[in-house]
């Protein structure tokens, strides 16, 4: 079998997987949406508490991964100076918050950082306001920390391998001819790794905008967020379908966008 029929057929799987778990739902959904002839997104747009919500969902998925970005690069700069043997075994500890889904990060937090959590009453013996801490977790910036525990291992993900592969050489000569460490850092490293930092923030940025499971959990709707509007649209208190999926569309295209920001940066620097 030639190369050219050979292909397709090892492509065929992932087309059928992208068309049953993609392609589907979202011609369902923009059909539910453009049921009633382009109302439902008149009818989301008219509304204020979409507008609340885009700002927030914006405001948590700009500072949470570029909070999450710093650390990871820091992490990964870390390791990536590490043997390998061990690299491995903390990168493996690194990456289990992904297997954890969001409601269990989220009740995790509770019992650490909620108003009984454990860290919450240690703090409180040492005269901390057991009130106050407990109810930061609660709060949007609460929110943003919990949604770091499981960016950062994303970052560190994406950075690892070009730390681990860039050219140390260049940074022993930069060194050698006067520069600090930090200024070395800054000057010769950053630079080059700057599309990778690109990238790894706006995947993160993407998870972030459209996480849901860990926000439900830990605010309820007490935070104006996207998901966390979608998911009052169709819940037991609310029944506006085809608001839901212009809203589903919405939401599904900022992260598109967020994305394709990344793919247009690195293919601008690469070119």
Known sequence: MTQARLLPLLAAPAAGVLVLFFGLPLLVLTLEALGEGGAAFGRLF???VFWRGLRGSLVLGTVAPGCSLVMGFLVALYLARKPVELRTALLFLISLPLTFSGLIIAYGF??????AGFVTLLLAEI???PASVGGFI????GLGFAYSYYLIPRVVL???PVLVNFDRAQLLAAE???AGRL???LEVLLPQIVPACVAAYCLVAAVAIGAYGTALALVGTQVNILPLLLYSKISETGSDFPAAAALSIVLMAICTLVMA???VFVAARKA
């Open 261 to 263: 920001l990344a793919e």
């Open 138 to 141: 609660y709060s949007p910036a």
């Open 158 to 160: 994406v950075l690892m």
């Open 110 to 115: 509770i019992l650490a950082f909620g108003r």
């Open 183 to 185: 200024r070395t850092l």
């Open 46 to 48: 008219a509304d204020g």
């Open 127 to 129: 005269g901390f306001d």
């Open 176 to 178: 050698s001819l006067g």
